[in-house]
């Protein structure tokens, strides 16, 4: 078998509906000429908009106006115009899980943005951590743009923050006068429990911003996400958006695909990620032992592991990439790239005997390593 690779959080090929999607994109073109000929607007396709308003009413009872929604290229389009909007340009500090996505670590790095991390536990960012940190920071004198928050599904944790968290959250930023981005992007890929509404459903501010993301529940290639804000939020974000709208084609393909099946695709998708999961989980309790601590993730894409304390990370995924098996650092999800004991591994793509037998290779990984190491 060729390597396996856990790192990246890619979707199942296994579920995308290749000859659906084939006639969705025939039938979506032939009534494209205007569409195609013309440029899409800052907001993008309105049929999308309001699928996807329907989906964000549908899983959290809250009407969202697709005219408050732009269609953006991925979700990670969306992360970075919510924060030019929101960014002065000096002395910029965003609070956030010390443990994060690292697509957005990466990007605000770049961009010279201070990420100020607060520690989380197993049920996601703590309000404990959360009060000091905006605390001291106003002892300082410095405010925060805002707070970034993943509390569904959390990347790469796969924590859910409940519902008296979320509260205790919109509280605390409404005490300290800051505004929450809120990216969901995993929002519906769900596999048990119940869920917390999202904290746009529970919190009227109306500088709040939600994000959302097609790539999980859908497939990244095409790369859809959407932003959610009210104006005049609304228009300061748009006011940054200098790309001319979003894709045309992907969009009306996507919306043509999904109009009338979306629950039933999400269901199709998570029943299967469900089982890649449990094999994960499974897989992982039974060639690392139980001296590794496993996740097992309600919805998300990933299981965080804590490897023993005698164990590098980085020394284990060098040795894991010798036998043909690739895994995420832990460090490249923590605001400072602090170490920790960790590594993240995503299902989503590999097929169920590639995660058997990437589980056992990191099993023969995790012991080569301890014998180099002695
Ligand atoms: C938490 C989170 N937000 C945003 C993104 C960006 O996703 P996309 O741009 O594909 O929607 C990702 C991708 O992995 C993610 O994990």
């Known amino acids: 078998m060729d390597a396996i690779g856990f790192a990246t959080g890619n979707t199942n090929p296994g579920t995308f509906p290749t000859e ?43 009407a969202v106006d697709p005219g408050h929604m732009l269609v953006t290229n991925g979700s990670m389009q969306a992360i970075m115009l919510a924060t030019d909007a929101l960014r002065d340009g000096r002395d910029d500090i965003v609070v956030m899980e010390e443990y994060c996505y690292v697509g957005t670590i990466r990007a605000y790095r770049e961009s010279g943005i201070e990420m100020v991390g607060v520690p989380l536990d197993e049920r996601g960012m ?41 509260l205790r959250m919109i509280e605390l930023a409404r005490e300290h006068d800051i505004p929450i981005v809120e990216d969901n992007c995993y929002g519906d890929v769900h596999y048990d429990g119940d869920k917390p509404p999202a904290l746009y459903a529970l ?23 959407y932003l959610v804000a009210r104006p005049p939020m609304l228009e300061r974000i748009v006011a940054k958006r200098m790309d001319a709208g979003p894709n045309t ?101 590999p097929g169920l005997d590639e995660i058997e037998e990437g589980c056992a290779r990191l099993g023969r990984s995790l012991r080569e390593t301890r014998d180099s190491a002695s």
């Open 203 to 225: 919190d009227d501010d109306p500088r709040q911003i939600y994000l959302c993301s097609l790539s999980k529940i859908f497939a990244p290639g095409v790369r859809l996400g």
């Open 20 to 62: 659906a999607f084939a006639e969705a994109a025939r039938r979506a073109v032939s009534d494209l000429t205007v569409g195609l000929n013309t440029y899409p607007g800052d907001l993008g396709h309105e049929g999308l908009r309001m699928l996807m308003a329907r989906r964000e009413f549908d899983r959290e009872g809250v």
């Open 249 to 349: 084609l992907a969009s009306a393909v996507t919306h043509e695909y999904l109009r009338d099946r979306l629950w039933e695709h999400v269901e199709m998708a998570n029943v299967a990620l469900r089982a890649k999961r449990d094999a994960m989980v499974d897989g992982l309790r039974r060639h690392l032992g139980n001296e590794c601590a496993v996740t097992n993730p309600p919805g998300g894409l990933f299981v965080w592991v804590r490897l023993p304390d005698d164990v590098d990370p980085g020394a284990f995924r060098a040795v894991g990439n010798r036998n043909g098996v690739d895994v995420a650092h832990g460090s490249d999800f923590h605001v400072r790239g602090d170490a920790g004991p960790f590594i993240r591994l995503a299902f989503g793509f």
């Open 126 to 166: 703590r309000m404990d951590a959360l009060a000091d940190t905006l605390n001291r920071l106003a002892d300082d004198g410095r405010k925060p743009r805002f707070i970034y928050t993943l509390a569904t599904y959390q990347n790469p944790t796969g924590a859910v923050l409940p519902t008296d968290r979320r």
